[in-house]
């Protein structure tokens, strides 16, 4: 082992479980450094420039902070391609990216989607980069949000409208007018944040994440109400979900008239996305 991947495991191991100190390791030295991987798994001894040490010090500092490794890069993965992200928005999550399998599977034909709740944009980013002959709009109330997924959408040369809006509070139309609407809203109740990780928690934007214990549907039952509105006949709602909450969002699809209504579960086998034909 050589001494830069000495000196990362050593500052880190009391923080992170030794596979992720791994993976860590790897990954500030290969992609946040520009090292060479090989020379890496050899153990070849490196010397870094001063700038290098500096920016590794930061790097290490950030970490045992508990800050997410993203959030220092800058960048998250999602569905293939990179995103930027920063402390305002949610990281895009991998069982996130099943949603967008799911949908692109199911609707090869869309021609309108509507993603509530966008956040970096990584949904409707892929949508649209998955459904070329598609229009997609994304909606989120927080303009930090936008910003960040507005750069995704010329980073990645997408084509997405985003608009800012509080999917709560406004009556947003009454024409039919979409194939497709999705969300991953807020839906962390508050008794459920004491048991988070402290890397999610102090970092992660509370906005994109919580909702009162004595509502947690809240946002379900508001875009349920907009979707019988907002979808064409025959259009489908797809939800990511809280895993605790599977059963009764689909009662509550159900009580609004949906059709078809299904929960399936993520690749932990945990419910996390509800389905619904309007
Ligand atoms: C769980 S995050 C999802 C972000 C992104 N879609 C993803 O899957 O990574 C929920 C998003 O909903 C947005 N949001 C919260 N309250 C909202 C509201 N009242 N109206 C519109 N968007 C809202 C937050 O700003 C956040 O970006």
């Known amino acids: 082992m050589n001494r830069i991947t000495a000196y990362i495991r ?6 992170y479980p030794p596979e992720e100190v791994k993976a860590l390791s ?16 050899m153990g070849k001894d490196i010397i870094l420039s001063e700038c290098k ?18 959030y220092i890069r800058g960048i998250a993965e ?4 990179n995103f930027k992200v920063a402390s305002g928005v949610l990281i895009p999550r991998p069982e ?31 949508l649209d980069k998955k459904l070329p002959d598609a229009e997609v709009e994304a909606w989120d109330i927080s303009g930090e949000a936008l910003a960040i997924a507005r750069k995704n959408n010329e980073a990645l040369e997408a084509r997405v409208r985003f608009l800012q809006r509080d999917v709560l509070a406004d009556d947003w139309g009454k024409i039919p007018s979409f194939d497709v609407i999705v969300s991953n809203p807020p839906y962390v109740t508050e008794t459920e944040k004491n ?13 994109a994440l ?15 109400r907009l979707g019988s509105e907002l979808l064409l006949p025959g259009g489908k709602l797809y939800f990511e979900i809280n895993q605790a909450y599977g059963r009764e969002t689909a009662h509550m699809l159900e009580m609004n008239q949906y059709r078809d209504v299904r929960v399936i579960k993520d690749i932990f086998g945990k419910d996390r996305i509800v389905t619904a034909n309007r």
């Open 53 to 70: 040490q500096r920016e590794l010090e930061n790097i290490i500092f950030r970490l045992q902070k508990n800050e997410p490794i993203q």
């Open 26 to 41: 790897m990954l500030i030295c290969c992609d946040m450094l520009g090292l060479d991987a090989l020379d890496i798994y």
């Open 10 to 15: 050593q500052s880190l191991q009391e923080v």
């Open 78 to 81: 999602f569905c293939g391609r």
């Open 195 to 207: 048991e988070m990780d402290a890397n999610v928690l102090d970092w992660e934007p509370g906005l």
């Open 96 to 126: 996130t990216a099943e949603l967008v399998e799911l949908i692109v599977e199911e609707n090869p034909n869309a021609r309108r989607l509507l993603d509530i709740g966008t956040g970096s944009g990584c949904i409707a980013i892929s």
């Open 210 to 224: 919580f909702v009162p214990d004595e509502d947690p549907l809240r946002f379900y039952n508001r875009i349920a």
